[in-house]
Structure formats: structure tokens, C-alpha cells
């Protein structure tokens, strides 16, 4: 399954209780936004699936991080693991 071009990538993902994350993220797309950056998609459980590529950024809704634009992360990559919340955005960088 092809990522679309110009998303970034989900780099790392240290959320080991995640059913996407095996040996990196396999969600198709994962969404973040929420009060601390939340990844959206994650699902707790032993289970693993998802896609054999890795995942996207398909959207953000931080509009107060420096790499949102239009509701899209401008990003590189991010990567994901424990934060505030058991899966958020550690890419998160707040606009000055």
C-alpha cells in the first residue's frame, strides 16, 4: 500500500502496546491532535495488524504546533511514544 506523497512518516513509535506498532508503525495513516498531541489511531491491544508499509501523518489538529499548516503536519517524520497521554506526537513543538 503506497503512503501518499508528501506526508510525513511516523519515524518511531515507542507505544509497544499498540496493535499497529511492530517493528514500527503500521497504521495506513495515524491522526494526532486532542489537548497534548494524542495520536488518534492508537488501539490498545496484544493484537497486530495494519498496513506493511509505514505510516503517515494523514492529519493534525494542533494548530498551535510550528509544524501545522492547514490542519496538515509539516514535519519531516514524528515520532510517537509516552508522553502527557500513552500515545502523543514527541514532534510537537510549540509556535513562538
Do not use: W
Amino acid at each position: 500500500m503506497p503512503v501518499s506523497i508528501g506526508l510525513p512518516i511516523v519515524s518511531s513509535c515507542s507505544v509497544e502496546s499498540c496493535g499497529y506498532n511492530h517493528d514500527g508503525c503500521h497504521a495506513g495513516a495515524i491522526s494526532v491532535g486532542g489537548a497534548h498531541g494524542a495520536c488518534h489511531t492508537f488501539v490498545d491491544t496484544e493484537s497486530k495488524g495494519g498496513a506493511d508499509a509505514t505510516a503517515a501523518v494523514g492529519a493534525c489538529s494542533l494548530e498551535e504546533c510550528q509544524h501545522n499548516e492547514n490542519l496538515m503536519c509539516t514535519a519531516d517524520s514524528i515520532a510517537v511514544g509516552g508522553s502527557t497521554d500513552v500515545a502523543d506526537c514527541l514532534t510537537f513543538a510549540a509556535r513562538v
